[in-house]
């Protein structure tokens, strides 16, 4: 699936299932929810934190998945509520990153 036929799937979800968007500033809110939640589990499964359960533990990583799935499914439900091409935008931020930083991470010493 292309980010184009993702804001086409979402906004068809949205308008058959979902009733219709949150406003943009519920919806900011609940993409900084989705993302505390995703960084909770980066912490356990990546930094110093530990799971309470040993089962916890088990189920992360596919929980980890689900979480970035929430992420992404807020963050289209935003670009399509603001009229955001993400495939351009995203075309276009590369473009700039390419741009700026032609030899800056290459010259970065902390990257090899």
Request: proline share 2%; hydrophobic share 40%.
């Amino acid at each position: 699936m292309t980010l184009r036929e993702a804001q086409a799937t979402v906004d068809e979800w949205i308008k058959t299932i979902g009733v219709r968007y949150y406003n943009e500033l519920t919806n900011t809110a609940v993409l900084m929810e989705e993302v505390g939640e995703m960084a909770r589990l980066m912490a356990r499964l990546y930094g110093e934190q530990s799971f309470k359960r040993p089962e916890d533990a088990e189920a992360a990583p596919k929980q980890l998945a689900d979480e970035m799935a929430d992420v992404l499914f807020v963050l289209i439900c935003l670009a399509n509520q603001t009229g955001v091409d993400l495939t351009e935008a995203l075309h276009q931020n590369l473009a700039k990153k390419t741009k700026r930083d032609a030899d800056r991470h290459a010259n970065n010493e902390k990257l090899r």
